[in-house]
């Protein structure tokens, strides 16, 4: 969805400037396809702040519209795009109407994976407190491996704020404020007052996504600048001028480098109070230290290189490519080298291959949801170590199936992304996750369960822990062991029994007791009077 953002503000800036409606139908085209893309909250969102922030802050001489013009072409593409998305968006908004969003999220939980201000480093060092994959991050949010976008990049994003007379800067320089003022989250005391305050804005989660918002200002920002550097170095007669600016940036790291390594042993006291003192993370802990250095060395050689390359494009004046060449391949190879992400690579039929579990599950060719233990006995779904290749991993989580990999086999489940997870499921589901994860004894509790497994057309379970407390069959006994329900209710079935309720509390008191027989169907007054007569 994110992909959408530089054509929709690009064909939104050209419906301010031209005042000819074929850019504003594009906009309109691309705002919907932005929503059709499976993202209508933080990338959708993103995109109306910075369309919002363009119309407040293009200059009037560039498009001739005065502000209030402006805003009503923005309402007007946007009321466009949002009804030509209207069939993915109507369901939507019901579908949250009945989630366990609809009244907004706890603060804290919406204010979850904010960014740490100490983050802001992996501008210039990648990495810096670790990978989520292979699972090494050990300091800030989870969300987000890092928001590095190169250290030239930043140098020419620099060098178009300081040096630069352009119409845009108030615009992109608002764009990245707004992008960190937002995914700075519970670290930013006042949108952490208003998040507290205002329940309505609590409808999302994880503010480290909005600095979406920060890298496209910064990628856009690095454009313009590099534009301009290569124009004035062009015209440059020597770099004495700016040798300065380009150098200090180099030497200040590595002054701080060769200071910090002369202090080494007071650094690692200081680095041993944050880092985290468990047996996961204890073998990896020197390594982690040593990325400090590691990233402030090569911070330093790239600033360095980029003052060094000034001098070839100034020295080469005729010759512009040769220079260029230079910038891009060095960039390439600091985005590679030093930014690529970590995420291992998987053959797509390694992904299709069936398991023996999954083998057993297929050879049943009725419709049935299974369930898998696997977060509730390991804590954890998907799992990425530092100390296994990532195909051995994935091998046993397929015996496993941790939501979602059972999507894969075309296998249903009763948890996670195969089913539209409302309110009244974790009312009626949540009792059955604390009584597995409390592994009591307690026959109402293990009754209940059998109960509304057999309700919820689950048929398996997948555990790699014993179940003997739910009396399910053994199906297959080994290290990941299934057990097969066999009074699991069909898919859809007539009903056997009709109650009426009183309300749907009542109806969700009736099913807590778990008392009912088979195929019993539970309907509040209320809807039953909505049936034709």
Not at 267 to 295: I, K, N
Request: positive net charge; glycine residues 6%.
């Amino acid at each position: 969805a994110a992909a959408w953002l530089p054509l929709i503000l690009l064909f939104f800036s050209k419906a301010l400037q031209s005042r000819r409606l074929k850019y504003a139908l594009a906009t309109i085209l691309i705002i919907g396809l932005q929503i059709f893309s499976g993202d209508a909250s933080f990338c959708v969102m993103s995109t109306g702040l910075i369309t919002g922030l363009y119309a407040l802050c293009m200059p009037e001489a560039r498009s001739g519209y005065k502000i209030p013009t402006r805003f009503t072409i923005l309402c007007a593409v946007w009321l466009g795009g949002l009804l030509l998305a209207s069939v993915v968006l109507l369901p939507f908004f019901e579908y949250v109407l009945l989630s366990h969003r609809s009244g907004g999220l706890e603060a804290e939980q919406a204010l979850r994976w904010s960014l740490h201000p100490l983050e802001l480093l992996q501008f210039v060092q990648p990495y810096l407190f670790g990978r989520l994959v292979p699972n090494t991050r050990w300091f800030g949010q989870y969300w987000l491996d890092t928001a590095y976008i190169g250290i030239f990049p930043l140098c020419f994003a620099a060098i178009y704020l300081l040096r630069c007379r352009c119409a845009r800067k108030l615009f992109l320089g608002a764009v990245v404020v707004l992008g960190l003022f937002l995914a700075l989250g519970s670290y930013n005391p006042l949108l952490s007052y208003i998040m507290h305050t205002v329940p309505a804005l609590r409808l999302m989660q994880y503010p480290v996504k909005f600095l979406l918002l920060s890298s496209f200002g910064l990628a856009v920002m690095s454009g313009f600048g590099a534009d301009a550097f290569f124009a004035r170095m062009r015209e440059r007669e020597s770099i004495r001028g700016i040798l300065k600016p380009l150098l200090l940036p180099s030497c200040i790291l590595f002054a701080l480098l060769l200071t910090a390594a002369a202090a080494r042993t007071m650094l690692f006291e200081m680095f041993l109070r944050v880092y985290p003192a468990t047996d996961y993370f204890a073998p990896l802990r020197d390594v982690r230290f040593f990325d400090f250095y590691r990233g402030a060395f090569f911070a330093a050689l790239l600033f360095g290189a980029f003052a060094a390359l000034s001098w070839c494009t100034i020295r080469f004046k005729q010759k512009p490519a040769l220079s260029a060449t230079l910038f891009a391949a060095l960039l390439c190879a600091d985005l590679f080298f030093l930014g690529a992400p970590g995420d291992a690579w998987l053959d797509r039929q390694e992904v299709l291959h069936p398991s023996p579990v999954i083998k057993t599950l297929q050879q049943d060719d009725s419709l049935y949801r299974i369930y898998s233990m696997s977060r509730i006995a390991s804590g954890i779904s998907y799992s990425h170590t530092p100390y296994l290749p990532f195909d051995r991993v994935y091998r046993v989580l397929t015996e496993s199936l941790p939501p979602n990999l059972h999507i894969y086999h075309g296998l249903a489940s009763a948890d996670e992304y195969t089913e539209l997870l409302t309110v009244r499921y974790y009312e009626l589901f949540g009792r059955i996750l604390l009584n597995l994860a409390a592994r009591t004894d307690d026959p109402g509790g293990s009754a209940y369960c059998r109960k509304i497994f057999s309700m919820l057309n689950v048929k398996y379970i997948i555990s790699p822990r014993p179940l003997p407390e739910l009396g399910f069959e053994l199906m297959q006994d080994g290290p990941v062991k299934i057990y097969q329900n066999q009074d699991v209710w069909p898919r859809a079935f007539m009903a056997g029994e009709l109650v009426v309720c009183a309300d749907d509390t009542t109806v969700l008191k009736k099913l807590h007791q778990a008392d009912f027989e088979p195929r019993t169907v539970f309907v509040p007054q209320a809807e039953l009077d909505k049936l034709p007569v």
